[in-house]
């Protein structure tokens, strides 16, 4: 059974870069017709998707943060990351990683998620 | 880009049906898929698509959809069943049909 599981730093200072990865078990991040989607819980608040790459490799980022995102694929490591830049206090919340696709009808449902990671930003 | 408008609260008596709304223009284009999310856990795809369940999901939980308004419905709710609700869908606005949106979510009590 495929799983995800985030890792990276939990705290990260203001105007720094978040990084973090998602590690894929029981299954081929190349494996087509899926996408791999990086999507965020602020403390109290509702999912913000992020963004995500495409297992051809195309990415696809919120509008809303696109200039301080890269989401990228590492094959050999069954594995994809996520750095966002210029990090602020606004960027404090739970990330998770997630797959979607398999159908045209699942393309945007996330039937797969880590059990996520809680970053902090503070000095 | 679009936006999914979701009631932010809903409480249902145990045992009776309760519907959830999602409403949004992209809803007249794309499908919804529906999330439960108890606290402290990540969120579990309950519906997507027409009307699909993953597999392990009650058949109490069903979808369905008209004009800009998805609907997931709980009938019989259980006292498990509260939790927060979110919808997604695809974008449908101008060139950002690649991109997804996801509803304010819904917090469901179970009276």
């Known amino acids: 059974q495929l799983q995800l599981q985030e890792s990276g730093s939990g705290l990260v200072k203001p105007s720094q870069t978040l990084s973090l990865t998602c590690a894929v078990s029981?299954?081929?991040?190349?494996?087509?017709?899926?996408?791999w989607s990086w999507i965020r819980q602020p403390p109290g608040k509702g999912l913000e998707w992020i963004g995500y790459?495409?297992?051809?490799?195309?990415?696809y980022y919120n509008p809303s943060l696109k200039s301080r995102v890269t989401i990228s694929v590492d094959r050999s490591k069954n594995q994809f990351s996520l750095k966002l830049s210029s990090v602020t206090a606004a960027d404090t919340a739970v990330y998770y990683c997630?797959?979607?696709?398999?159908?045209?009808?699942?393309?945007?449902?996330?039937?797969?998620w880590g059990q996520g990671t809680m970053v902090t930003v503070s000095s | 880009s679009s936006e999914l408008t979701q009631d932010p609260a809903v409480s249902v008596a145990l045992g009776q049906t309760v519907r959830i709304t999602c409403q949004g223009d992209?809803?007249?284009?794309?499908?919804a898929s529906w999330y439960q999310q108890k606290p402290g856990q990540a969120p579990v795809l309950v519906i997507y698509g027409k009307n699909n369940r993953p597999s392990g999901i009650p058949d109490r939980f069903s979808g369905s959809s008209s004009g800009n308004t998805a609907s997931l419905t709980i009938t019989g709710a259980q006292a498990e069943d509260e939790a927060d609700y979110y919808c997604n869908s695809r974008d449908s606005s101008g060139n950002h049909r690649r991109y997804v949106v996801f509803g304010g979510g819904t917090k469901l009590t179970v009276l």
């Open positions: 992209s809803l007249r284009s794309y499908y």
């Open positions: 997630a797959r979607a696709g398999g159908s045209w009808e699942a393309m945007d449902a996330f039937d797969i």
């Open positions: 029981g299954g081929s991040i190349s494996s087509g017709g899926y996408s």
């Open positions: 790459i495409y297992h051809s490799g195309s990415t």
